[in-house]
């Protein structure tokens, strides 16, 4: 599992300082990737199945309205990865918000690979955003 | 009814979810996990557990002997004619020379110490007298009543070797250490006479001794070890040096050196004694340079005393790796903490590697005050390479032995004319280092491992 986040968080280049770099490898990378994952999901369900199936809202289904919930897990993934960061107490650089950065895009990437998965399941939503 | 049903139906997704969000590492999880394997993650990170007893202070029996007061330790003060004029007797204007300072503090010290379970003190003639302290006291503050007319220096030892060596108990000989061979043609064979003295009485394969020198004034007739020079009465304009010589089990006489003559400025001259291990970390972000962190497992935790393994993600001439090795000597000798004495003597050895020794530095107020684990060393090392290893390899760090430049110093090979040095010193010193021949003895080593970063 750790292979795997290191893998996916260290294509934008290895952790900065390289003091710094277990820390990554071992708590900042899995603790981002799977909250990252999380979120996403949760945020997934939520559009389509709270909002658009339980609750039965009916103008709550466009392709703006799922932009909303996009950007919104975007916003979180970027503050999740700073905050991790600053949990371990790793030293200030830049690549804090490189990392963030690219945290955010992987949260729009998860979310949108769960929409096409999961949008078939919602009764208002199905169609959303395409 | 419909509502329910449709909800009831999320269940799986949000347990998923909820199931995902807490399964995230922390660094107090994995601390418990390594530890006890119960590996529960909890949200709230448990309290700082204090970082584990480094394996290196010390080994638990060595730990329990320490604490253990030595068992006895046996004082002699030569007292022979050379050395009255340390001890004169107390002037109109009640002056006295440094030696009568000195040593009746040191005499006071070692009587009042709880280092030591039983005290003895002995007035060195042709054979050891015991005294009391009281006495051996006022020998010193008010001048020698009988003085022998020599001592000789290999008897002393040997007296001192078959009766009062003993595991825990050190004997201190106080005195000039002035050593006239009987005629001339001995002078070459004063080192073998001092190592044969030390083992007439069976091998002391533990046997450490250290040396202390100081220099006092002296008032009195000196006596040269030459005896053709003839001695000089009413001497001296310069300062006469005088030893504290500690004798005994290396363990013993380390425990000894520590509490009561480390405190003191003195020259000093180590030869067997045995040291621990000094407690040793490298520092990543102590002046560190470079592409590297520490490769050690569970380096994240950031709660481990120390890590010993440098991952090289990158090094080049041009972006070479600088790190630094904080080293704790505060429990070795003055002599070893010197660091003109550490930069001279202080190697690094690796396999495969380029690595170098770039400087060593004593600690600064500003390193002490700094809230980094820098504050715990009292020393730095700071090695660079500029290649990457290709595999896992050895780096250590050694500090040689080697006998202090003051020795040469002080050593003449005519002391017909009074001066600070001493005949033949260093060929004394010699006789104690008979198996030092052949390669100099460590006093620590200290190993790290260089890999690739992965």
Request: charged fraction near 15%; charge should be positive; include cysteine.
């Amino acid at each position: 599992m750790k292979a795997l986040f290191r893998s996916i968080y260290e294509l934008i280049g290895s952790p900065q300082p390289p003091a710094d770099t277990p820390v990554y490898r071992d708590v900042v990378f899995p603790n981002i990737g799977l909250l990252n994952l999380g979120i996403s999901l949760a945020l997934v369900v939520i559009f389509y199945y709270v909002i658009n199936r339980a609750m039965g809202v009916a103008t709550f289904n466009k392709g703006r309205h799922w932009a909303i919930f996009l950007v919104l897990n975007a916003l979180i993934a970027f503050g999740v990865a700073i905050g991790q960061a600053h949990a371990q107490q790793v030293t200030d650089h830049s690549y804090i918000y490189w990392l963030a950065t690219w945290n955010a895009i992987l949260g729009i990437f998860w979310f949108f690979i769960f929409s096409l998965i999961l949008r078939k399941g919602s009764t208002n939503a199905s169609t959303t955003p395409f | 009814m419909r509502y329910l049903t449709s909800f009831s139906r999320l269940w799986p997704a949000l347990g998923l979810s909820l199931a995902l969000l807490p399964g995230c590492y922390s660094r107090s999880d994995m601390k418990t996990e390594a530890g006890t394997a119960t590996g529960t993650p909890t949200a709230v990170p448990p309290a700082e557990v204090p970082a584990a007893v480094s394996p290196n202070t010390a080994t638990p029996t060595e730990a329990a002997n320490s604490t253990q007061p030595l068992q006895a330790v046996n004082v002699f003060l030569e007292v022979s004619g050379s050395m009255e004029g340390f001890m004169p007797k107390t002037g109109a204007s009640g002056e006295n020379t440094k030696f009568q300072q000195h040593v009746a503090q040191f005499l006071s010290e070692v009587n009042r110490t709880a280092t030591v379970r039983q005290k003895a003190f002995y007035r060195i003639k042709e054979k050891p007298y015991e005294d009391s302290y009281q006495g051996i006291s006022s020998t010193v503050r008010s001048g020698i009543q009988q003085p022998a007319k020599s001592t000789d220096i290999p008897s002393v030892l040997d007296t001192l070797m078959s009766n009062y060596y003993q595991p825990g108990t050190v004997s201190v000989l106080i005195s000039d250490f002035i050593y006239s061979p009987k005629n001339a043609g001995a002078i070459p064979y004063i080192k073998t006479d001092i190592t044969d003295a030390l083992s007439r009485s069976g091998s002391h394969p533990e046997l450490g001794v250290s040396v202390y020198g100081y220099t006092s004034d002296f008032r009195g007739t000196y006596y040269p070890a030459l005896k053709a020079a003839g001695k000089k009465t009413n001497c001296c304009d310069t300062e006469i040096p005088y030893y504290i010589w500690v004798l005994g089990p290396a363990d013993a006489v380390r425990r000894f050196d520590a509490a009561l003559l480390e405190q003191q400025p003195a020259k000093q001259a180590h030869f067997g004694v045995t040291y621990l291990r000094p407690h040793y970390s490298l520092l990543n972000k102590f002046q560190n340079k470079g592409s590297w962190y520490y490769g050690d497992a569970g380096a994240s935790k950031q709660t481990a005393d120390a890590y010993r393994v440098v991952a090289v993600s990158e090094a080049s001439a041009q972006q070479p790796v600088e790190f630094v090795v904080g080293i704790d000597l505060s429990r070795l000798p003055g002599q070893y903490r010197d660091v003109a004495y550490l930069k001279q003597n202080l190697k690094l050895q690796g396999v495969d590697t380029d690595a170098t020794l770039l400087d060593v530095m004593a600690a600064t107020d500003q390193t002490k005050a700094s809230s980094g684990p820098e504050s715990k060393f009292t020393h730095f090392a700071k090695v660079r390479l500029t290649r990457q290893p290709k595999a896992a390899r050895p780096l250590v760090l050694r500090l040689q032995d080697q006998r202090p430049a003051w020795v040469a110093q002080w050593t003449t090979k005519n002391d017909a004319t009074p001066a600070s040095k001493t005949f033949a010193l260093s060929s004394l010193l010699d006789g104690l280092a008979p198996s030092q021949e052949g390669g100099a003895r460590q006093i620590f080593e200290l190993p790290l491992t260089l890999q690739p970063g992965e």
